[in-house]
Nanobody, 123 residues
């Protein structure tokens, strides 16, 4: 099992930036695929970005060119740099960990989840 703690959420104006962090403990971090998902009221949880333990990087179409995922295996941390934020990016953002390197766009592939961090973008 992996314990995940997100931070970095907050209130930002449209066009601004935030960097989310997720610190993991438990299972060997470098062998985890790490993903970011988000959920806004009344909507399903949706994939945002992932970095697999085998080196793959994946993004949802709606964040390409604006968000960047990275990981520091020495710090057991995954980051989500979010630029050019829009009001529709407002959501609770969740960090997740998976033992798999395939099917990483699907929430079902992830074994462990953080508690979430709120991101609110004002227009």
């Amino acid at each position: 099992q992996v314990q995940l703690v997100e931070s970095g959420g907050g209130l930002v104006q449209a066009g601004g930036s935030l960097r989310l962090s997720c610190v993991a403990s438990g299972r060997t971090f470098s062998r985890n695929t790490m993903g970011w998902f988000r959920q806004s009221p009344g909507k399903e949880r949706e994939f945002v970005a992932a970095t697999s333990w085998s080196g793959g990087i994946y993004y949802a179409d709606f964040v390409k060119g604006r968000f960047a995922i990275s990981r520091d295996n020495g710090k057991n941390t995954v980051y989500l740099q979010m630029n050019s934020l829009k009001s529709e990016d407002t959501a609770v953002y969740y960090c997740a960990a998976s033992r798999r390197s395939a099917d990483v766009l699907a929430a079902r592939a992830y074994d462990d989840w953080g508690q979430g961090t709120q991101v609110t973008v004002s227009s």
